[in-house]
């Protein structure tokens, strides 16, 4: 509405919940006269989109009567009420709140048909409306050669343009029938989805971590005391057990793996969000300045939150939808810490809920890094032998050192000796998202590894697909035998199938495939591999390179050597030419993964009762029972911890061994560390004669979940990853490779020295737990 009147030259004032409060509280005498002049507007939401707060529907008449005023001065004020939330839970009545406008969503009633609403208008207001612009259908007669045009009179023909979606409408009388028919009427379903939010609310209001910090911080007004005050909306932030907010994008990636979709940000409401989360106007636009926009990812700058979650239930919404929800945040936060079980409250304690400890999980194995750390592991057991390339020559050592960088001079080698960190693997991924091609040595391009990820797999409509959707891929197997010029493609129950390395000397058509929202030029490698894959996954696909014409360059500039970043071309990766991670991390995630369990933990609780039957019961002044609330927190407890032991989807128990979780992680550059994550305070490595500056740190998502020989998935991983990286699921870095001389031929090997420089601004080898998770902002 600002951007509207503004075109108009007509002044518009926003106003907080605490202005209209304090106004209800004024004077009545003070308020302008109801008929006078100017004519003001007053917007306001009946429910807000961030936090389900519920304003009050009496404001819409004590405004038009003149007994309260949003702002100071004379004139006669009309109302526009946004119902789009409200009216998607709730009953309104117009013959009591009239409202002079009224928008409203009927895809957020029925959740069909997608994008249409409607604008109620009083007759009695009806007139003041004046318009623009006219399209077909709106017109009693108009002239082409003289300003002459009468619009329709009635308020609907007038203002809807052109053809209707009247498809689409005519869907509308069936939605409010099958509505009234499963539910009873809106009535019912306010009483049904308001006792869910204030259940859900209480639970998770009472959990605690063991030192009594809570689990989540919730932002609302009201106390979910009744449904006039409060939508079946829960907006939170989830906190570690020292307060610190845990990133909403974080939270989103593990509810996805439990099954739970979340909304997360700021829910185009960005007024209520600075409100509830202390942000100023200020830092609104310094959060721009460091590439924060609307939508995206970043979740926490300099350890504040740029947005929340949020949860809403509806009509179909059921109580075990809301335990599902509780019993997801239970096994991702209410969990032992570094080991070590949680203490279980005492009988004594005050509305604390004791409970008998559980059998410990069995131990497990540890696979010791000498069994997996093989330099010439070359590549999968099932690995065709007719591939004879230059990946299967011995390996080569490259322990030289080349003259120092002046960056190096500056920023100091690390201490170590020769040989304290060593290229253990080289993987590359000719197919994007398909299995891994595990090299000793290898060429290098100008896109980083030779082949890697030069192919993708596209659907029928030529979108890219990864693993999120098909998990499959894995299995897809491709071998580059360089001296036959042949990709090998391979993939149990299928026969072997080879793609030429050259391009096609025929003309090919190009067509434009998306990665990362970056458009790329890519071309059809025939039907003969379409019909290869189309068998194999039991739908059409097909398989594209990228066109050697083309040049996709690096959108994202993050390291201080900013030409290099802007001249590095890319094939179909998602951000970097090479990806790097280090062994030792990943023994450090084995062996929490390995010893990881899950144990009974206590709760208290303030408000909300769960019987045994999943009935809700209201206590005393709308209150819900304290123990009966713990009882029913102590049963999911108990429900996690029965599903203790790490297992796949298939609810097999699975472990790790180190190669396991290396694949899972898909880097180019595996390299032999001395510390766990001590490759987050590089800034650039050598490896040989080559130079490659560090881009940053690569944020996981819930492919790593994904076993990459069975095509299984198994949340743990993320999960515990997640713990241990407290903020940002962060693991691997990206690398660019500066200043490469292509006019000779360049390789990586495995048994090649690892020389990295230190981050200028790093005084000390080892940082605080607090300073090693620092948001990187591109």
Not at 19 to 47: K, N, R, V
Request: proline share 5%; glycine share 8%; with cysteine.
């Amino acid at each position: 509405m600002r951007e509207v009147v503004a075109a108009m030259n007509i002044t518009s004032i926003p106003v907080r919940p605490e202005d209209m409060w304090l106004a209800e509280e004024q004077d009545a005498t003070a308020a302008s006269d109801p008929d006078g002049q100017p004519l003001h507007l007053f917007c306001y939401p009946a429910q807000s989109n961030f936090s389900g707060t519920r304003y009050p529907l009496s404001w819409i008449e004590e405004v038009k009567s003149g007994r309260m005023c949003p702002v100071g001065g004379p004139g006669k004020w009309f109302v526009l009420l946004d119902a789009a939330a409200y009216v998607g839970t709730s009953p309104l009545d117009l013959s009591v709140h009239r409202a002079d406008f009224v928008p409203l969503s009927f895809y957020k009633i029925f959740g069909f048909p997608t994008g249409l609403g409607a604008l109620l208008v009083n007759s009695r207001s009806a007139p003041l409306l004046r318009k623009t612009y006219f399209g077909g259908g709106t017109a009693t007669a108009y002239l082409a050669k003289e300003d002459f045009y009468i619009p329709r009179e009635s308020v609907a023909e007038r203002f809807e343009d052109g053809t209707i979606s009247f498809l689409d409408v005519i869907a509308l009388k069936h939605g409010f029938d099958v509505l009234e028919r499963l539910t009873g009427g809106m009535e019912n379903i306010r009483q049904h989805t308001f006792t869910l939010a204030r259940y859900t609310y209480a639970a998770l209001s009472a959990l605690r971590y063991p030192n009594g910090a809570p689990v989540a911080q919730i932002y609302s007004d009201s106390e979910f005391s009744s449904p006039e005050v409060q939508g079946p909306v829960i907006s939170f932030n989830v906190l570690d057990d020292n307060g610190n907010i845990i990133g909403y994008s974080q939270v989103d990636k593990m509810a996805s793996l439990h099954n739970i979709h979340v909304r997360t940000g700021c829910f185009c409401n960005t007024g209520a969000c600075q409100r509830h989360l202390g942000i100023s106007d200020e830092m609104i636009k310094k959060h721009l300045q460091a590439g924060h926009v609307c939508g995206d990812d970043v979740d926490l700058i300099d350890g504040q939150p740029t947005g929340s979650v949020r949860i809403s239930f509806g009509y179909m919404s059921t109580l075990e939808d809301a335990q599902a929800f509780l019993r997801f945040i239970i096994a991702t936060r209410l969990r032992p810490s570094h080991g070590q079980p949680l203490p279980l409250a005492t009988p004594g304690e005050a509305g604390a809920l004791s409970a008998e400890s559980l059998p410990a999980t069995r131990a497990r194995r540890s696979p010791s890094p000498q069994e997996d750390a093989s330099p010439d592991s070359r590549v999968w057991d099932n690995a065709p032998t007719t591939v004879d390339a230059v990946s299967l020559r011995p390996p080569l050592l490259e322990t030289t050192r080349t003259q120092q960088t002046p960056s190096e001079k500056a920023a100091g080698i690390l201490d170590g000796g020769l040989g304290s960190h060593i290229v253990t693997n080289l993987f590359l991924y000719p197919i994007k998202s398909c299995a891994a091609f595990e090299v000793t040595r290898w060429p290098l391009g100008n896109q980083g590894l030779l082949y890697d990820r030069s192919w993708m797999v596209v659907n029928h409509n030529g979108v890219c697909l990864s693993q999120k959707q098909e998990p499959r891929l894995c299995l897809i197997q491709p071998f580059i035998d360089l001296q036959r010029r042949i990709m090998v493609i391979n993939a149990q129950g299928m026969e072997p199938i080879a793609v030429s390395l050259e391009e096609n000397s025929k003309p090919a058509q190009i067509c434009q495939s998306k990665v990362c929202a970056d458009r790329v030029n890519t071309y059809d490698c025939g039907e003969k591999i379409s019909s290869w894959l189309s068998k194999f996954f039991g739908r059409p696909y097909h398989l594209i390179r990228q066109s050697s014409d083309f040049q996709r360059n690096a959108r994202k500039k993050r390291g201080k050597d900013q030409s290099a970043c802007t001249t590095a071309t890319l094939s179909l990766v998602n951000e970097a030419q090479y990806l790097l991670i280090n062994r030792s991390s990943v023994l450090e995630l084995q062996q929490q993964l390995s010893t990881s369990k899950y144990l009974l933990t206590h709760c208290t609780a303030s408000c909300g009762l769960l019987h045994g039957d999943g009935t809700i019961f209201q206590g005393d002044h709308g209150g819900l029972s304290n123990r009966c609330v713990s009882l029913g927190l102590a049963l999911m407890i108990k429900a996690c911890s029965d599903h203790r032991s790490l297992s796949d989807e298939n609810g097999k128990e699975e472990l790790f061994p180190v190669n396991n979780l290396i694949s899972r992680f898909r880097a180019n550059i595996i390299t032999s560390g001395t510390r766990a994550f001590e490759e987050e305070k590089w800034d650039e490595i050598s490896v040989g004669s080559l130079h490659f500056q560090v881009l940053g740190p690569c944020h996981r998502c819930q492919m790593i979940c994904i076993d990459q020989q069975t095509g299984q998935r198994n949340r743990n991983v993320f999960q515990k990853l997640s713990e241990r990286r407290e903020r940002k699921v962060n693991f691997g870095l990206y690398l660019m490779h500066t200043s490469l001389d292509l006019s000779s031929p360049c390789y990586l090997s495995v048994g090649s020295q690892v020389l990295p420089v230190l981050k200028e601004n790093i005084e000390h080898y080892d940082l605080p737990a607090s300073e090693k998770q620092q948001e990187v902002i591109s």
